[in-house]
């Protein structure tokens, strides 16, 4: 998990938002780009925010070697919940990058 850190309030809080608890690290690269791995059963999703003045300019979803761009961490959070919650593959389309 190279530099990641277990957060185990944002499972609570993704629960919360999203009716599932995955197991949830996060990693912070810079001050301004944090990576955010969401693990559920077998399937594993990396969600990076890049920020700019603290506030989100970006979010890419990356899941089977596939990354989609999101205008919104919540988003990227909603796809995230989809594939979780999938019981087969499902192909992410890729987006603007």
């Given at each position: 998990?190279?530099?990641?850190?277990?957060?185990?309030?944002?499972?609570?809080?993704?629960e919360e938002?999203?009716?599932?608890?995955?197991?949830?690290?996060?990693?912070?690269?810079?001050?301004?780009?944090?990576?955010?791995?969401?693990?559920?059963?077998?399937?594993?999703?990396?969600?990076?925010?890049?920020?700019?003045?603290?506030?989100?300019?970006?979010?890419?979803?990356?899941?089977?070697?596939v990354t989609?761009?999101?205008?919104?961490?919540?988003?990227?959070e909603q796809?995230?919940?989809?594939?979780?919650?999938?019981?087969?593959?499902?192909?992410?389309?890729?987006?603007?990058?």
């Open positions: 998990m190279n530099n990641y850190i277990k957060l185990p309030e944002i499972s609570e809080v993704f938002l999203h009716g599932l608890k995955p197991q949830v690290y996060q990693q912070r690269i810079s001050a301004t780009d944090i990576n955010t791995k969401i693990i559920s059963g077998k399937k594993e999703i990396v969600l990076k925010e890049v920020l700019r003045r603290g506030l989100t300019k970006d979010a890419f979803l990356t899941y089977n070697g989609t761009r999101f205008n919104s961490v919540y988003e990227a796809e995230a919940t989809k594939i979780l919650n999938s019981k087969e593959p499902i192909e992410v389309v890729k987006g603007e990058l």
